[in-house]
């Protein structure tokens, strides 16, 4: 009866230590969270990020662009840069830092898309002559007037498209006469906005099939 006895007491402390297990149990160190995936933003269309550099892009039609409301002189780093200067330094396939002309960039996104109209002057419609001589006009304070064979007579031709600057004309020769029919502004980095009959106003890329086999020729304004 004594040994029963003592069976009954080591019973409850058996117990207790089995229960005690999650006690004496190491604590499992915590498990580090994940780091959050860079989000990509959209700009009119564009996908950009901060190492973004492609030049493609796909408007979203007239008037699509991003609000320039004010302008810094300068951004001396990537972070300083606004959503804008994201978008048409990858248009223009260039550091964002270098993409501080308010005028220029201004305007171009006021018109961004705006469609093809022959004799157009408006942003319901404009024609690639028109275009360039209201550009010039409102960013360079040029007075332009006449086509885009008429504007071909007026520059002072470059020979080579290493020659070109900001602000000087591209010309086309794309219809069936081979004469001069299309007008454009250059950029940089071989881009130029002008009234394209497909897509309105935009932004293109002289290294292009399509303008290299149509290019005629570049001038600046004296």
Request: hydrophobic share 40%; net charge positive; proline share 4%.
């Amino acid at each position: 009866m004594r040994s029963s006895g003592k069976i009954y007491l080591l019973l409850p402390a058996c117990a207790f230590l089995f229960g005690s297990c999650a006690i004496l149990k190491p604590k499992e160190p915590a498990v580090a969270a994940k780091p959050a995936e860079q989000k990509v933003e959209f700009i009119d269309g564009i996908a950009v990020s901060r190492s973004a550099r492609s030049s493609e892009h796909h408007s979203r039609g007239r008037n699509a662009g991003t609000q320039i409301k004010s302008f810094p002189s300068g951004v001396n780093s990537i972070e300083e840069a606004r959503p804008w200067q994201f978008k048409y330094a990858q248009l223009l396939d260039l550091p964002v830092e270098s993409v501080i002309n308010e005028k220029l960039f201004g305007f171009i996104e006021e018109w961004w898309g705006a469609p093809y109209r022959m004799g157009g002057n408006s942003k319901d419609g404009i024609d690639c002559s028109n275009f360039v001589n209201t550009l010039m006009a409102a960013v360079f304070q040029i007075n332009l007037v006449g086509n885009s064979l008429q504007l071909f007579h007026q520059v002072k031709r470059l020979g080579k498209k290493g020659e070109l600057q900001l602000g000087d004309l591209v010309f086309f020769a794309i219809n069936r006469h081979r004469r001069i029919s299309h007008v454009g502004i250059y950029l940089e980095n071989d881009r130029f906005v002008h009234a394209s009959s497909s897509s309105g106003v935009m932004i293109s890329d002289l290294k292009e099939p399509y303008w290299t086999k149509y290019y005629a020729g570049a001038g600046r304004i004296n």
